[in-house]
């Protein structure tokens, strides 16, 4: 069956670091992935779209990569804020399209001052 | 624009009881969506609809109704609340320009939490 990983665990970042996430898929051939943000009692919100065909692609401090030989996508957040402290999700097309999304159970960031 | 929208907030439900779940999107978006959270969990898909009067089941569709009467609104209906519907629901919507449906960017409403005892 088809699956997302995200890390479970919350990871904790000081703040001016790099915070890396990692979202790992099996049994997708997915044209696109997704990032979005999650704060506590909120609706998640887009952050970044990558195709299949691109490797890399970067949003001011945001940069995600997709790697679809490692079945793995890293969104990095650079100079991390306290600010950036959320629930990051990724997303992938549902096989067979209809624009339907399955999304991973996201990771936590917590960026320390 | 407002975006989404989705009333109530939150509600308590007892066994058994019914209520609908509102969402309205001033976009003019073609394609709507509704989801379930649970702590812990990813989001789960339980209807869409790729533009009014058409609407299909998701990931978990049981114990839950949807309706697409207009392109604006998109109601999800619990008819015999269980506490498994216990959850964060939100409705979320976006536009494609292909029927196919090309991956766009989904906007989500603020969530309703339910609890149902």
């Known amino acids: 069956s088809q699956k997302i990983e995200q890390n479970s665990e919350a990871l904790n970042i000081q703040e001016g670091k790099t915070a890396t996430l990692t979202c790992n898929y099996t049994?997708?051939?997915?044209?696109?992935l997704q990032w979005y943000r999650q704060d506590p009692g909120r609706g998640p919100v887009f952050l970044l779209l990558?195709?299949?065909?691109?490797k890399e692609k970067r949003k001011e401090r945001l940069k995600v990569t997709f790697d679809t030989t490692l079945k793995q996508s890293l969104f990095h957040i650079t100079a991390s804020q306290p600010a950036d402290s959320a629930t990051y999700l990724c997303?992938?097309?549902?096989?067979?399209?209809?624009?339907?999304?399955?999304f991973g159970t996201g990771t936590q960031l917590k960026v320390e001052l | 624009n407002a975006g989404v929208t989705q009333t109530p907030k939150f509600r308590i439900l007892k066994i058994g009881q019914s209520m609908t779940l509102q969402c309205t999107q001033d976009m003019n978006h073609n394609y709507m969506y509704w989801y379930r959270q649970d702590p812990g969990m990813g989001l789960k898909l339980i209807y869409y609809?790729?533009?009014?009067?058409?609407?299909d089941k998701g990931e978990v569709p049981n114990g839950y109704n949807v309706s697409r009467s207009t392109t604006e609104d998109f109601p999800l209906r619990l008819e015999l609340a269980a506490p498994s519907q216990t959850s964060v629901y939100f409705c979320?919507?976006?536009?494609?320009?292909?029927?196919?449906?090309?991956?766009?960017?989904?906007?989500f409403g603020p969530g309703t939490r339910l609890l149902v005892l």
């Open positions: 609809s790729v533009g009014a009067g058409i609407t």
């Open positions: 979320a919507s976006s536009y494609s320009r292909t029927s196919g449906g090309s991956q766009e960017t989904q906007y």
């Open positions: 997303a992938l097309e549902v096989t067979g399209g209809g624009n339907k999304l399955t």
């Open positions: 990558i195709r299949e065909n691109e």
């Open positions: 049994n997708y051939s997915p044209a696109y």
